[in-house]
């Protein structure tokens, strides 16, 4: 049923969301019967799909993460201090997210850290709710390493630093993103990636902490990401070398330009509204950075109709997602 609504055998996959990472892998053996599989069994993937081992592994490998706890139990979140913010979130997104339409929670004090438990422990086990601090700042410290990962190295890397993202207190989605420098975070990525045996596409979530000026692992995403076409317009096209890969032709190692700018304005125009105002965003300054634009998320001018149907979708995402 599969090959005959795919074409033919050896069509390549690319997974584009966490489910369908973590259905794909655990799979694999079948898949590659008809498909090309470019992601790994779920021995490496268990490291992005679960949080408790994305940290496990990062702390392990002394690369900085922000401080995390794994209650058991309503009692364990008595040794967790509240004397600053923290944020509430699922070691495994996809029931939570689900049901709430939301990464993480933000929480002030004891007496909202216990409702917000009870409140999540109806949605997934216990075992699966984390504790982390907050990291101040907003989408100005959000960066990422994106890479297309083979045999220990990098075939193709770059380096953005996500400026704004939707929600603007924890996103889950990216609206304006720049590719930029930064060799901070190449040498903790390449090393995470080895020792999870990591094969295929890969974006790693990082926030620098203003208190320490430390990048600090959150997220590892073993897939496409929402703005991977930035890299095409820098220089780097991810989802064509994997498939290169894939079907044996030749890859040449490569790395995106800085200085390269992506906008998804469905998303981010109406956030930016909100935060400008909230006070959280100048209107000068986001006008200014619409003119530094390179590339559009959906919209072209050579093949308007995708932009068109998304703004016809507009009223679904809104309702469904929340854009």
Not at 51 to 71: D, E, G, M, N, V
Not at 175 to 200: H, K, M, N, Q, W
Not at 212 to 239: E, I, M, S
Not at 293 to 308: C, K, Q, T
Request: glycine share 8%; aromatic share 10%.
């Amino acid at each position: 049923l599969a090959r005959e609504r795919l074409g033919e055998p050896g069509s390549v996959l690319y997974p584009t969301r966490d489910e369908t990472v973590a259905v794909i892998s655990a799979r694999r053996d079948n898949l590659t019967r008809d498909f090309r599989v470019p992601i790994p069994g779920m021995s490496a993937i268990g490291h992005a799909w679960d949080k408790r081992q994305t940290y496990r592994l990062a702390a392990q490998l002394s690369i900085a993460i922000p401080r995390t706890w794994f209650p058991q139990s309503e009692a364990d979140l008595a040794g967790i201090p509240t004397h600053a913010p923290v944020i509430l979130k699922p070691a495994i997104k996809e029931h939570f997210y689900t049901a709430t339409h939301a990464k993480a929670w933000r929480v002030d004090g004891r007496a909202q850290l216990i409702r917000g438990y009870r409140r999540a422990a109806a949605i997934i086990p216990p075992s699966e709710i984390m504790v982390q601090e907050l990291i101040p700042g907003g989408g100005q410290e959000q960066y990422a390493y994106c890479a297309f990962f083979r045999a220990g190295q990098a075939v193709a890397g770059m380096t953005v630093r996500r400026r704004r993202q939707h929600p603007s207190d924890f996103g889950h989605a990216s609206t304006y993103v720049e590719t930029i420098t930064l060799a901070d975070l190449e040498e903790p990525s390449l090393r995470f990636l080895r020792a999870a045996g990591y094969y295929g596409l890969v974006e790693i979530e990082y926030k620098r902490d203003p208190r320490d000026g430390r990048y600090k692992l959150l997220d590892v995403n073993a897939r496409t990401w929402g703005y991977h076409t930035l890299g095409q317009a820098a220089g780097v096209n991810f989802p064509y070398l994997l498939y290169r890969d894939q079907v044996g032709a030749p890859v040449a190692q490569v790395r995106a330009r800085p200085g390269v700018r992506w906008i998804r304005l469905h998303t981010d125009v109406p956030n930016a509204f909100n935060d400008v105002r909230a006070g959280k965003q100048r209107l000068r300054e986001y006008l200014r950075s619409l003119r530094l634009v390179d590339i559009e998320a959906v919209y072209s001018v050579s093949d308007p109709l995708p932009g068109l149907y998304e703004i016809a979708l507009l009223p679904y995402l809104a309702m469904k997602r929340g854009l």
